[in-house]
């Protein structure tokens, strides 16, 4: 059983950094691709959980949603079993709980409907 755990986010004011790990227990970690979603409140249906970043098993592949590109990082460390999320220049829109997952099923990258294995979350705020 996969089981993956969140950890490193905090309350940070506009333009700091943070960096988000993902640490997985049980399973071959090496061999599935993991991904980063969010949620914030009052999303509306349907949207509540946004895409992230995803990587692949072994780190070849990396997607961000358009509206990290270019402050966001996400790597990987097998031999830790962690998936790391490295977030620069962080702005108040980015405040939402962030959760890892598998994937699990050849869906679109992006969809939630392809993850499974969710961590809890951790929660990162980011004031103006």
């Known amino acids: 059983q996969v089981e993956l755990v969140e950890s490193g986010g905090g309350l940070v004011q506009a333009g700091a950094s943070l960096r988000l790990s993902c640490a997985a227990s049980?399973?071959?970690?090496?061999?599935?691709?993991v991904g980063w979603f969010r949620q914030a409140p009052g999303k509306e249906p349907g949207k509540e959980r946004e895409f992230v970043a995803a990587i692949s098993y072994n780190a070849e592949h990396l997607y961000y949603a358009d509206s990290v590109k270019g402050r966001f990082t996400i790597s990987r460390d097998n031999a830790k079993n962690t998936v790391y999320l490295q977030m620069n220049s962080l702005e108040p829109e980015d405040t939402a709980v962030y959760r890892c997952a598998r994937r699990t099923s050849t869906g679109t990258i992006d969809s939630p409907r392809a993850y499974g294995n969710w961590g809890q979350g951790t929660q990162v705020t980011v004031s103006s």
């Open positions: 049980g399973g071959t970690f090496s061999d599935y691709a």
